[in-house]
């Protein structure tokens, strides 16, 4: 069964430094892959997505993601935090059926 | 949040009542989906339609029932046979890829439902 993970609820960064969201899938095939961000009480944004080509995946308000096919992951990352990036993470996969299905999330706060 | 709009923003339910939440979309997306999101849970997909007069059942679609009578609206019926309803309700929708995949999902601010 197709299925994403991210395996930390909570992931605290001080201001100015990189900060990396973890995700992992699992999918038969090729994986289309999502990132979204949600902030308190609205919807969530879409972020950046991984079809296919180059690994390295470049998205809104800075944020990028590499996508690592033998580790099956998808780690967002951004080189610098700012506390406006302080929100929740949803990582996401496109299933067989083409439907999409989300992580549990991650909290990410960044600290001033 | 786009062209996707979601009301009322706060909507409390008595025992055994329905009701309804309300999904607007401005995009002339095809496909609209309907959410529920738990703290810790993330998102969990109730019903979702990719054509008019037409719509498939999700993860978690007992005690919910939907509609789409036109493309631009999508509402979603919390009925009183669903016993745990308090939740985050959230509604998106998407357009079809020229490969024929569903792109992106753009999502309404959401309506939170309580239980009085």
């Known amino acids: 069964a197709q299925s994403v993970a991210q395996p930390e609820d909570q992931v605290n960064v001080a201001e100015g430094n990189p900060l990396t969201v973890k995700c992992t899938y699992s999918?038969?095939?090729?994986?289309?892959l999502f990132w979204y961000v949600q902030y308190p009480n609205r919807g969530l944004q879409f972020l950046l997505k991984?079809?296919?080509?180059?690994?390295l995946v470049k998205g809104s308000y800075g944020f990028e993601a590499e996508f690592n096919k033998s580790q099956t992951s998808f780690h967002l990352k951004k080189p610098s935090a700012l506390v406006s990036d302080s929100a929740l993470y949803f990582c996401?996969?496109?299933?067989?059926?083409?439907?999409?299905?989300f992580g549990k999330g991650t909290r990410l706060h960044i600290l001033p | 949040d786009g062209g996707i709009t979601q009301s009322p923003k706060y909507l409390f339910r008595k025992e055994g009542q329905n009701v309804t939440l309300s999904c607007e979309q401005n995009?002339?997306?095809?496909?609209m989906y309907w959410y529920r999101q738990d703290p810790g849970q993330g998102l969990r997909l109730i019903y979702y339609?990719?054509?008019?007069?037409?719509?498939q059942k999700g993860d978690i679609a007992e005690g919910y029932s939907v509609s789409r009578e036109k493309k631009e609206s999508f509402p979603l019926t919390v009925t009183s046979a669903q016993k745990n309803p308090t939740a985050f309700y959230l509604c998106?929708?998407?357009?079809?890829?020229?490969?024929?995949?569903?792109?992106?999902?753009?999502f309404g601010a959401g309506t939170r439902l309580s239980v009085l």
């Open positions: 998106a929708s998407s357009i079809r890829e020229t490969s024929g995949a569903w792109n992106i999902q753009y």
């Open positions: 999918v038969s095939g090729n994986p289309y």
């Open positions: 991984y079809i296919t080509g180059d690994n």
């Open positions: 996401a996969v496109r299933d067989r059926d083409d439907k999409i299905i």
């Open positions: 995009l002339n997306h095809d496909a």
């Open positions: 339609s990719q054509i008019v007069n037409d719509f």
